[in-house]
């Protein structure tokens, strides 16, 4: 093992982590950053690869949709003639984009998590690497909650204390607390996975339970309406995955303790004063601020995708697709669907809803060989992962948080774990929390990491 692959590893935590706390890779100083670290990633990648003798690459079928998304992004700005003279300009290209400029930048934007997304997928080479990862995960997740809760409770209206958000309503290092809770729906089933299984020690299952509670009340206390619906069905599918319905108490052991989880989030959340943050989720998703009427920006979508038929309206271009649709007075502007489903077909029309469907069918198998993993650890792993990876698409009905450039992140990354938690390795054994095999599941089976040697 050579230490750029070393570097490599954590760099690809380095850039999750890095994303979510520089505001939630938001703004463009920051978003150029990540690509320059995705860059530096993919050197250290070859250099890895120049050293050792051979390149790893993954095989895994998801990262068809993501490329693919992403070369659909520059057939929509191919230009095809030209349109008639506009204000005294002449010559302009006819393109599939409306926004060709805002196109070409969410395609590349694509082509970088692409690139990380294919990292990803080789990275993890031993059991030992997963477990380091979906400790960190952990970690991580416990110590971002600890701190949101606190900046919460200090400088609810400052970011760090020092960035202002003016009128947005902040949470964590994110403007939108929407996203905050999508990283929290991201970190929570992991350690959830493990507890479930049984994988965890019975002298470390305190902490492990410590630490989901802790991040289950930032996320109430964020407010986010459809973080806590997503939260609440990723337990509901884990108890489902891990339940054997023949052992009744063990089925019932699970469901007391997801019971006592969320009964101990909300009464966390309400010990450190959620009760706005609760107040906020009973109330209805109507709103007059037009830019987060969810019902009317719907409505707006559905009339631009029927407008946009075929071939979309072109990666990024929402925001000025939906004012040729809107039927109020356009002064404020909607930038996202709010829905990510509905904005995927906006964008990108049947191509996109194509693609879609085949990430959502990759998804959902890879989610059904995880029920199978032999190793306990990896199972859990990959039932924590899953969960986590189905909670974001049930988030993503309700707001646009697979927009933002560190939910993506995370999110790659965590199909990356579920992936690899899929996979055999030789230290599988090399685990003092996991001692039960079950030897009558099927054996696990996923895409293999490939070799090219030189």
Same mark, same amino acid.
């Given at each position: 093992?050579?230490?750029?692959?070393?570097?490599?590893?954590?760099?690809?935590? =380095?850039?999750?982590?890095?994303?979510?706390?520089?505001?939630?890779?938001? /703004?463009?100083?920051?978003?150029?950053?990540?690509?320059?670290?995705?860059?530096?990633?993919?050197?250290?990648?070859?250099?890895?690869?120049?050293?050792?003798?051979?390149?790893?690459?993954?095989?895994?079928?998801?990262?068809?949709?993501?490329?693919?998304?992403? +070369?659909?992004?520059?057939?929509?700005?191919?230009?095809?003639?030209?349109?008639?003279?506009?204000?005294?300009?002449?010559?302009?290209?006819?393109? +599939?984009?409306?926004?060709?400029? *805002?196109?070409?930048?969410?395609?590349? /934007?694509?082509?970088?998590?692409?690139?990380?997304?294919?990292?990803?997928?080789?990275?993890?080479?031993?059991? =030992?690497?997963?477990?380091?990862?979906?400790?960190?995960?952990?970690?991580?997740?416990?110590?971002?909650?600890?701190? *949101?809760?606190?900046?919460?409770?200090?400088?609810?209206?400052?970011?760090?204390? +020092?960035?202002?958000?003016?009128?947005?309503?902040?949470?964590?290092?994110?403007?939108?607390?929407?996203?905050?809770?999508?990283?929290?729906?991201?970190?929570?089933?992991?350690?959830?996975?493990?507890?479930?299984?049984?994988?965890?020690?019975?002298?470390?299952?305190?902490?492990?339970?410590?630490?989901? =509670?802790?991040?289950?009340?930032?996320?109430?206390?964020?407010?986010?309406?459809?973080?806590?619906?997503?939260?609440?069905?990723?337990?509901?599918?884990?108890?489902?995955?891990? *339940?054997?319905?023949?052992?009744?108490?063990?089925?019932?052991?699970?469901?007391?303790?997801?019971?006592?989880?969320?009964?101990?989030?909300?009464?966390?959340?309400?010990?450190?004063?959620?009760?706005?943050?609760?107040?906020?989720? *009973?109330?209805?998703? $109507?709103?007059?601020?037009?830019?987060?009427?969810?019902? #009317?920006?719907?409505?707006?979508?559905?009339?631009?995708?029927?407008?946009?038929?075929?071939?979309?309206?072109?990666?990024?271009?929402? =925001?000025?697709?939906?004012?040729? /649709?809107?039927?109020?007075?356009?002064?404020?502007?909607?930038?996202?669907?709010?829905?990510?489903?509905? $904005?995927?077909?906006?964008?990108?029309?049947?191509?996109?809803?194509?693609?879609?469907?085949?990430?959502?069918?990759?998804?959902?198998?890879?989610?059904?060989?995880?029920?199978?993993?032999?190793?306990?650890?990896?199972?859990?792993?990959?039932?924590?992962?899953?969960?986590?990876?189905?909670?974001?698409?049930? #988030?993503?009905?309700?707001?646009?948080?697979?927009?933002?450039?560190?939910?993506?992140?995370?999110?790659?990354?965590?199909?990356?774990?579920?992936?690899?938690?899929?996979?055999?390795?030789?230290?599988?054994?090399?685990?003092?929390?996991? #001692?039960?095999?079950?030897?009558?599941?099927?054996?696990?089976?996923?895409?293999?990491?490939?070799?090219?040697?030189?």
């Amino acid at each position: 093992m050579t230490l750029s692959g070393k570097i490599v590893f954590v760099l690809i935590f =380095a850039i999750a982590v890095f994303s979510v706390i520089a505001y939630g890779g938001v /703004h463009q100083p920051v978003v150029a950053f990540v690509y320059i670290l995705i860059a530096l990633l993919a050197i250290l990648w070859a250099v890895d690869g120049l050293a050792s003798g051979e390149f790893r690459y993954s095989t895994s079928l998801l990262q068809v949709p993501v490329l693919g998304a992403a +070369i659909y992004g520059l057939i929509q700005i191919i230009p095809f003639g030209s349109i008639a003279e506009v204000a005294g300009v002449a010559d302009i290209p006819r393109t +599939i984009s409306i926004d060709p400029f *805002a196109t070409r930048v969410s395609s590349l /934007h694509l082509f970088g998590l692409f690139i990380f997304f294919a990292i990803a997928l080789t990275v993890f080479t031993t059991a =030992a690497r997963l477990r380091k990862m979906a400790a960190a995960m952990t970690i991580f997740g416990f110590v971002y909650a600890f701190f *949101a809760i606190l900046q919460s409770v200090l400088s609810p209206d400052l970011i760090y204390g +020092i960035y202002d958000a003016g009128l947005a309503e902040p949470f964590g290092s994110f403007v939108n607390r929407n996203n905050f809770a999508a990283i929290m729906e991201m970190t929570i089933p992991i350690p959830l996975g493990l507890l479930f299984v049984g994988a965890i020690a019975k002298d470390k299952r305190l902490l492990y339970i410590t630490a989901i =509670a802790l991040m289950g009340v930032a996320l109430v206390l964020s407010g986010s309406r459809g973080g806590l619906v997503a939260m609440f069905a990723q337990i509901v599918l884990l108890v489902l995955m891990t *339940a054997e319905f023949k052992k009744g108490r063990a089925l019932a052991v699970k469901l007391a303790l997801s019971v006592l989880l969320v009964g101990a989030i909300v009464g966390g959340s309400m010990f450190v004063g959620g009760e706005s943050s609760l107040t906020r989720i *009973a109330e209805s998703g $109507q709103t007059e601020d037009v830019t987060t009427n969810r019902g #009317h920006i719907w409505s707006v979508t559905l009339r631009t995708i029927a407008d946009s038929m075929p071939f979309g309206t072109g990666l990024g271009a929402y =925001a000025v697709a939906y004012t040729r /649709h809107d039927t109020y007075s356009g002064m404020e502007r909607v930038e996202q669907a709010h829905n990510d489903y509905l $904005q995927v077909v906006s964008d990108a029309g049947v191509p996109g809803l194509l693609l879609g469907g085949l990430f959502l069918f990759l998804l959902v198998r890879l989610g059904r060989q995880a029920i199978q993993v032999e190793n306990v650890y990896r199972r859990g792993v990959a039932l924590g992962a899953f969960a986590g990876c189905f909670a974001i698409l049930v #988030h993503s009905i309700f707001d646009f948080v697979l927009h933002t450039t560190a939910v993506a992140v995370m999110f790659l990354m965590l199909i990356a774990i579920l992936v690899a938690a899929l996979r055999r390795y030789e230290d599988d054994l090399v685990n003092p929390d996991s #001692h039960r095999q079950k030897q009558r599941r099927r054996p696990s089976s996923s895409a293999p990491v490939a070799t090219f040697k030189r």
